[in-house]
């Protein structure tokens, strides 16, 4: 099971960009997905989640700005991003949470990761 994001770039403090990520491979269902960052010299930390019935979790640092969503396949999640600040510049990295098929455990798994830099 691979995850590829893409989407990361420079913006400036105020705008806006769009991350994406694809899960491909065995996957049976996936329960959760979404993304985290981390900035040099921070440890990584939860931007948002969301799992298959619907739920979400959001950094208090990014509610009202940052809006997480599913594909309709399941396979996907995106992260909308506006009214970016420079404290939001990090590495993102995507994350899920799936079932294969046969099997009850539940894997997890990172996505390559994607540079994000707001700056003037």
């Known amino acids: 099971v691979q995850l590829q994001a893409s989407g990361g770039g420079l913006v400036q403090p105020g705008g806006s960009l769009r991350l994406s990520c694809a899960a491909s491979g065995s996957i049976l269902r996936i329960n959760l997905m979404g993304w985290y960052r981390q900035a040099p010299g921070q440890q990584r930390e939860l931007v948002a989640t969301k799992t298959s019935d619907g739920s979400t979790n959001y950094a208090d640092s990014v509610k009202g700005r940052f809006t997480i969503s599913r594909g309709n396949n399941k396979n996907a999640v995106y992260l909308q991003m506006n009214s970016m600040k420079p404290d939001d510049t990090a590495v993102y990295y995507c994350?899920?949470?799936?079932?294969?098929?046969?099997?009850?455990?539940?894997?997890?798994?990172w996505g390559q990761g994607t540079q994000v830099t707001v700056s003037s």
């Open positions: 994350y899920a949470k799936f079932l294969r098929f046969g099997q009850s455990y539940e894997y997890d798994r």
